[in-house]
């Protein structure tokens, strides 16, 4: 009995990160809009599937202001779990180097890592079960990346994954 509960279980996750489904990734790309003040390169991504682990799909666009940068990507399937991977288990850090949070924001779980010294990290907004929004950013302050990340409609980019569930 312990063995089936197992498997039933094993299942259940497995079909919860696989989904059923994922948006073409056109329709990100199109949820990744200009940002006032930034210039904005063209979006481009991939979707695929494989019988193994599914569909996934990515989608990524890279934005510039001065000597600050800010890479934007989409991702789903099991590549989204290995972003959110480090943010799972709540932990909070901060030194005079580094800072690594998770913040709900919105109503959405966000991981925040950020090296003090290199004006540099990576914002993580969870969108759904299998899908992140990821901001990498340089030579900025995380506040002023995390009030650019906000610029982005996050509602928008989760609707269209909810709809391919």
């Not at 073409?24 to 990744?32: P, R």
């Not at 695929?48 to 599914?54: D, F, T």
């Not at 030194?95 to 913040?103: C, I, N, Q």
């Not at 990576?122 to 030579?139: K, T």
């Amino acid at each position: 009995m312990k063995r089936i509960k197992q498997w039933i279980v094993s299942a259940l996750i497995g079909a919860t990160l696989l989904g059923a489904g994922v948006p073409e990734y056109k329709a990100i790309c199109d949820s990744l809009r200009e940002i006032a003040g930034w210039q904005a390169d063209k979006c481009e991504g991939v979707k695929m599937s494989n019988p193994m682990m599914g569909e996934m799909v990515s989608a990524n666009r890279s934005y510039r202001a001065g000597e600050k940068q800010l890479n934007v990507s989409v991702v789903s399937g099991m590549q989204a779990m290995g972003v959110w991977a480090p943010f799972m288990s709540g932990t909070q850090m901060e030194s005079d180097e580094a800072l690594m949070k998770t913040e709900q924001i919105d109503g959405f779980n966000v991981g925040i890592t950020y090296d003090k010294k290199e004006h540099s990290g990576g914002i993580v907004v969870q969108l759904a079960s299998n899908a992140m929004l990821v901001f990498e950013f340089e030579n900025m302050d995380w506040k002023e990346a995390l009030e650019a990340a906000k610029e982005l409609d996050w509602q928008a980019l989760k609707s269209l994954f909810e709809r391919s569930e």
